[in-house]
């Protein structure tokens, strides 16, 4: 009962972000989806040779063809600043659960009242998933309707380097369903990390700082690790190997899906155990 | 008597920082009980122990009945921190409806009357509104339900004098119809109107605790007599009631604890030519009393 009043009112006390958030990532998914047809077409050798750091970058791994309808779709939206977006927006939420609250008293005025700090963690990580899920679905369905309109769903030919013709699959809803979905993952993956360091500092700067370190150093350690070979047995910890390497947006989903989930329900599990065991911090 | 709050040696240290140190308290259902202390001394510490917002390095602490975590007993109180927080686009009404409805169907809220006795806009959100219409949401926020026990953290702080008459009504009122009180404050004269106890804490232990009958007998009254040449203060030492007596160029100060007519008769004997009385108010008692549980230490 009182999980419900709790969870309805942090996504109400949310609504105008969501909107700015949801409109915001629409409009970047739409403007990168309107560059197809003026790069349509372009080579594939030109853009994916750059060496193996310029691929990974690009997140060009497995001879993804970038002038390819889902190449083009993966290397402008999925493979970079979609699931960015999303991760920063996992992080805001996953940090705003608890820690965000806590440190300007509001949380604790809260707990005056007749509800657990369980039901107040259950609600509000609830809240976070829910809200990265309405960001998520609303940019993924603007990017289906988006691809008749720029040529996405058309198949490509293009001419491989032994002169043989290569033809292209046009992107469908499925291949949308599969890239917004893995980047949903990851970015639920760090709201958890976020929560986490939240739920057990109850620090607003401490978590946001952690969980931005823990996303953005991944993906430096699996850009490094390319590069240098060297770093590879230390990449397990970056969402960004099995992300970029098995680029489900291009190749539909893996199994390794499932570890970001895991992940998030680790995180969460973890600081609902350490947020019931503290001492609030004091506002 | 049961009691409403009752705390067995509780202790809060952080580190080397000892901030509640080994407080015995008994709060018997239907008293007021003000917990004074200047800043530091542990009486909000005390009061985030009592709802579960930290948890004591030892002792115990029973709270209506129960643990402070408890839903159900938290349903029963009303909480007044001394810094209210809300989410910035939260409105008076919004949070009304929403910690109302936290409690299910165990909570009557009962606004209205609570909003237009402060004069409170509830329809601007939290981010607008001044000190003193924070306070405002804060004190309708606690009251509204009715609460067996009230937790207020200096209450009246912020709040104009109109306001802070019009709170000391209600508490009176509150407690008439049965609630417990407890709360913190540097106000004496909000003590002085509403309290039946005090506590006094500093650094952390509960130093001295009087009733408010034993805190008004210590301020006893003290009369200051004029004569025309030097008069040696021991004359007044003997006279019945007098609790002290000082001398300077022509004027003595006696202090009084009772009936001054004895005291005024020897002032006439000795020729007096001024007189004038003061009472001693609490701030300056409860200075006194700081002081001197400091030094007893």
């Given at each position: 009962m009182s999980g419900g009043v709790v969870y309805r009112r942090w996504l109400r006390d949310r609504a105008r972000s969501t909107l700015v958030w949801t409109v915001g990532v629409v409009l970047i998914v739409v403007a990168s989806a309107a560059f197809y047809p003026s790069l349509?077409?372009?080579?594939g050798g030109g853009l994916g040779s750059g060496g193996s750091a310029m691929s990974s970058l690009l997140g060009l791994s497995k001879g993804i063809d970038p002038g390819s309808p889902l190449g083009f779709l993966w290397i402008s939206l999925?493979?970079?600043i979609y699931p960015w977006m999303l991760m920063a927006l996992g992080v805001a939420l996953g940090v705003a659960a608890i820690a965000g609250d806590e440190e300007t008293g509001a949380l604790e005025y809260l707990l005056a009242k007749p509800v657990t700090r369980t039901t107040v963690a259950f609600a509000r990580f609830a809240g976070a998933v829910t809200i990265l899920l309405v960001v998520s679905v609303f940019s993924g369905l603007a990017l289906v309707l988006s691809l008749p309109l720029f040529d996405l769903n058309q198949a490509t030919t293009s001419t491989a380097a032994d002169g043989s013709k290569v033809i292209s699959p046009g992107a469908t809803a499925i291949d949308i369903f599969n890239g917004t979905f893995s980047s949903f993952a990851v970015a639920l993956g760090l709201a958890g990390v976020a929560f986490l360091i939240g739920a057990i500092t109850g620090r607003k700067g401490v978590a946001l700082g952690g969980a931005s370190a823990f996303g953005i150093g991944g993906y430096v350690l699996y850009t490094l690790s390319n590069m240098t070979g060297s770093l590879k047995p230390l990449?397990?910890?970056?969402?960004?190997r099995w992300y970029v390497d098995d680029a489900m947006a291009v190749y539909g989903l893996t199994w390794n899906v499932v570890l970001p989930f895991a992940g998030a329900v680790v995180g969460f599990l973890i600081g609902w155990w350490a947020f019931l065991r503290r001492d609030l911090q004091n506002p | 008597m049961d009691s409403v709050i009752e705390t067995e040696g509780l202790t809060k240290r952080w580190g080397t920082l000892t901030a509640v140190d080994d407080i015995n308290l008994r709060i018997p259902a239907g008293e007021c009980y003000a917990f004074l202390g200047l800043n530091g001394a542990g009486k909000s510490t005390t009061a985030r122990m009592l709802l579960d917002f930290i948890r004591p390095t030892r002792g115990t602490i029973r709270v209506l009945g129960g643990q402070g975590s408890d839903p159900s007993v938290r349903a029963r109180v009303g909480y007044l921190p001394g810094d209210l927080n809300l989410p910035r686009s939260m409105t008076g009404k919004d949070a009304i409806a929403f910690f109302g409805g936290l409690g299910g169907d165990r909570l009557h809220v009962d606004s209205a009357g609570l909003i237009e006795r402060f004069g409170l806009?509830?329809?601007?959100?939290f981010r607008e509104l001044s000190t003193g219409n924070r306070r405002k949401v804060g004190l309708v926020l606690a009251f509204m339900t009715n609460p067996d026990l009230l937790i207020l953290d200096e209450p009246t702080s912020g709040l104009d004098p109109l306001l802070q008459e019009e709170f000391r009504d209600l508490l009176a009122e509150r407690k008439a119809a049965g609630a417990t009180i407890w709360l913190t404050s540097h106000v004496m004269a909000e003590v002085e109107r509403v309290a039946d106890r005090v506590g006094l804490v500093r650094d952390g232990k509960l130093a001295r605790e009087l009733t408010m009958a034993e805190l008004r007998h210590q301020a006893i009254g003290q009369i200051r007599l004029t004569f025309p040449a030097h008069v040696d203060a021991g004359q007044f030492q003997r006279v019945p009631h007098v609790t002290g007596a000082q001398g300077t160029n022509g004027e003595v100060l006696v202090s009084v604890d009772g009936p001054v007519t004895d005291v005024l008769a020897r002032g006439a004997e000795l020729g007096a030519t001024g007189i004038e009385t003061e009472k001693r108010d609490l701030d300056d008692i409860f200075l006194e009393m700081y002081q001197s549980s400091g030094d007893a230490k």
């Open positions: 349509s077409g372009a080579s999925y493979a970079n990449t397990w910890i970056s969402p960004w | 806009d509830p329809s601007r959100p």
